[in-house]
């Protein structure tokens, strides 16, 4: 039954109401199989019908609130945070699943801002501001995820075989007041291989082929099996120009990407050979 989240959600709500906790596996057991919808109109029903449900949901948390804190280890603020859960389970049903499903059957996008992938972003964005200033607003947070989505202006990073810039990801869409809070870093591998998120089971290798002025092949000559390189307190000079200046880096190892790597990390993590993750 799906994810972790939807595991340890569905026992969770099964020690207060079992037909709630039903509710809930049929909603996400749902949300997994819209986008297999064979038309906009069937999609639309389903999805009116999905949002309803998590609305039932969310009514159901607020009126048993005593009953689910007394359950959870972090009482009151894991009750806040289903809540949240279940909010963005409805804005994704009902902001990205739509152009989602649209991308998957070729219907045009006019308007980049409503591509999933810039959708998807913008959200990421939203969520972070919610946990960092109304949720913790006092305390350090590490937040995890690709370089593509937590460098700070991918708009700015090209293709460099097509010269086509990115599309804004999750950085792009950040105050610029929240960034200066931020330490962002990307994380590079010169080899190896990993393995591919859209279905954690195709192993992707590393490309062989390299630019010798890439940002992998010159911290290659450090002989070193790991690197960490703080681009903050790194003056301009001669010897780091590289980081002022653009430069190719790798996207997931394989695609050739460049930037001005000041403009998008405050440090860098490059692993000399990776290894594909191992599922539990």
């Given at each position: 039954?799906?994810?972790l ?9 099964k020690q ?11 909603a996400e ?11 906009k ?6 999805q ?19 009953e689910?804190?007394?359950l959870s ?8 945070i ?16 739509l ?36 949720m913790?607003?006092?305390?350090k947070?590490?937040?995890?995820g ?10 700015k ?20 007041s929240?960034k200066k809070?931020?330490?962002t ?15 954690n089971?195709?192993?992707t ?31 301009y ?6 980081i002022?200046t ?25 692993i ?9």
């Amino acid at each position: 039954m799906g994810n972790l989240f939807t595991k340890s959600t569905y026992e969770w709500i099964k020690q207060v109401d079992t037909s709630k906790a039903d509710l809930f596996k049929q909603a996400e057991e749902s949300m997994m199989k819209l986008q297999d919808q064979k038309t906009k109109e069937d999609f639309v029903q389903e999805q009116v019908k999905i949002n309803e449900t998590y609305s039932t949901l969310e009514h159901f948390v607020e009126e048993h609130r005593k009953e689910l804190a007394t359950l959870s280890p972090q009482h009151e603020q894991d009750v806040d945070i289903l809540l949240q859960s279940l909010k963005l389970r409805k804005e994704t049903l009902m902001r990205y699943e739509l152009p989602n499903w649209n991308v998957a059957h070729n219907v045009p996008i006019y308007d980049v801002e409503q591509h999933p992938m810039v959708l998807r972003d913008r959200m990421m964005a939203e969520n972070l501001e919610y946990l960092a200033e109304e949720m913790y607003p006092t305390e350090k947070m590490i937040v995890w995820g690709h370089n593509y989505h937590v460098r700070k202006n991918n708009s700015k990073v090209k293709y460099a075989d097509y010269g086509q810039n990115f599309l804004n990801n999750m950085g792009d869409y950040l105050p610029d007041s929240f960034k200066k809070q931020t330490y962002t870093v990307g994380i590079y591998a010169y080899s190896g291989a990993s393995l591919d998120s859209s279905d954690n089971k195709t192993v992707t290798p590393v490309n062989k082929e390299k630019d010798p002025t890439s940002l992998e092949s010159l911290l290659k000559y450090a002989n070193h099996s790991s690197l960490f390189v703080d681009l903050v307190h790194t003056p301009y000079n001669k010897r780091t120009s590289w980081i002022y200046t653009p430069r190719i880096a790798l996207y997931w190892g394989f695609l050739k990407e460049e930037m001005i790597l000041k403009e998008q990390y405050d440090g860098i993590i490059w692993i000399e050979r990776i290894t594909p993750a191992k599922i539990i």
